[in-house]
Structure formats: structure tokens, C-alpha cells
């Protein structure tokens, strides 16, 4: 099983493939971010996110999506510019035939660390040994976005094939 994990943004878009493996474990597949320059119109960047995000979904074949919800800031511009690169997401991941599932970001450091209250270093080390890697994944939206799709996985396997929300 595949899973791709996205922490959503316009200007910097973390993506995650990870792989659950026969044996239970967990494999990283492929991560980073889309970027987008801020000199742009937002039209441009919102189509930039689309077309490459869909790429990706092409080269790696995800059988699942998971997005991090939107955490309110006290920025309302900054969360509306969020939503609307969110939005792009949801329907590249939607046209893609993906199902999508939505997680909350303390769902997401409570299925990492154990603890809905985490910090970042703390999640990126979670997700380094839960993957295995040598080093932390970097940069920080790549491994929250790991982070996003091993929780998705957690979610499957731990309720019995039923996918929870």
C-alpha cells in the first residue's frame, strides 16, 4: 500500500510517498516540496501546485492521499491563501481518482510521537525512525508530510481496513 501524505501551503507544498510493506514496516518512497514563487499571480502558482502535483501522482502511483487540515492562524490572509492551495490539492488528488482522507494536526503528532502536543523536532526524529532514515527529512514541510502519510497508513492498519477520519 502507498500512501501520499501532503502538507498543503501555496508558497511551499511538502509531499510524502511512503510504503507499507508486507511485513507491517514502513518505507519512504520519495519526498520533497513544490514550490512556487511568490512574484507570481496566485492564478499561476494555484496551477503550478495542480500540474505538478499531479506529476507526481503519475510517477509514483499513490493508492491513497492524505491532507493535513487546515489549522487556523490568527493570519486570516495566510490561511485563506492556504485554503485556496488547498483546494487545488484536494481536486488534483480528487481527478486523480484518489480516495482523500483529512487529518488534524494533533491527530497527526499523536499517531508520530504519541503526544498531540509534539514539536517539530520531535515529529521530524518520529518520523526518521519510523521510516528509517539515516538523517532527518528535510525541509520541514517534506517531513511533515511524511509524517501526514504514516499516520494515514497508522489509520488503516489500526482500524481493521476500515479507514478512519
Known sequence: MRALGIDPGTATIGYGFVDELADGSLQAVAYGVITTPSSSPMVERLMMIHEQLTELVLR??????AVEE????RN???AITVAQGRGVILLALAQAGLPVYEYKPNAIKQAISG???A???QM???TRILL?????PRPDDAAD??????????SMRYSGGIDLI
Do not use: N
Not at 487546515?70 to 492562524?73: E, I, K, M, P, S
Not at 528509517?132 to 532527518?136: F, H, N, T
Not at 508530510?145 to 497508522?154: E, F, M, Q, S
Open 132 to 136: 528509517g532514515l539515516e538523517k532527518r
Open 119 to 121: 514539536k517539530k523536532p
Open 70 to 73: 487546515l489549522f487556523f492562524a
Open 145 to 154: 508530510a511524511l509524517a501526514v502519510a504514516i499516520t494515514d497508513l497508522h
Open 60 to 65: 509514483y502511483e499513490p493508492d491513497r492521499a
Open 76 to 78: 486570516v490572509t495566510t
Open 115 to 117: 503526544y498531540g502536543g
Open 124 to 126: 521530524q526524529e518520529m
